[in-house]
Nanobody
Framework: QVQLVESGGGLVQPGGSLRLSCAAS???????????MGWYRQAPGKQREWVAS???????TYTDSVKGRFTVSRDNAGNLMNLQMNNLEPEDTAVYYC??????????RGQGTQVTVSS
């Protein structure tokens, strides 16, 4: 069992920056079994979309719309993931969710944090 808590959302003007964090907790076996951590977002009236992922190897991947603006990272302990978001656009407004997939195949998702980009 893994619990995920996102933080760092808020209101920012276009062109601004925010840093989201996702803290994972649970038994040590589950934490070390995290294979990939990722960010998803859901805007009002739209389907949830994948934003970025970071694998246990350190490999990262991004959806095209955020490449060059967002950076995903993970601490050495493997239980804290960050998403640095720069040059934010109104289209980035959404609830951002953290998700982890264990090597067992189990997946967990956090409650989400609201990001609003508006002048």
């Amino acid at each position: 069992q893994v619990q995920l808590v996102e933080s760092g959302g808020g209101l920012v003007q276009p062109g601004g920056s925010l840093r989201l964090s996702c803290a994972a907790s649970g038994n040590s076996g589950s934490i070390t079994s995290i294979g990939v951590m990722g960010w998803y977002r859901q805007a009002p009236g739209k389907q949830r979309e994948w934003v970025a992922s970071i694998f246990s190897t350190g490999f990262t991947t991004y959806t095209d719309s955020v490449k060059g603006r967002f950076t995903v990272s993970r601490d050495n302990a493997g239980n804290l993931m960050n998403l640095q978001m720069n040059n934010l656009e109104p289209e980035d407004t959404a609830v951002y969710y953290c998700r982890v997939s264990l090597t067992t195949g189990d997946t967990y998702r956090g409650q989400g944090t609201q990001v609003t980009v508006s002048s």
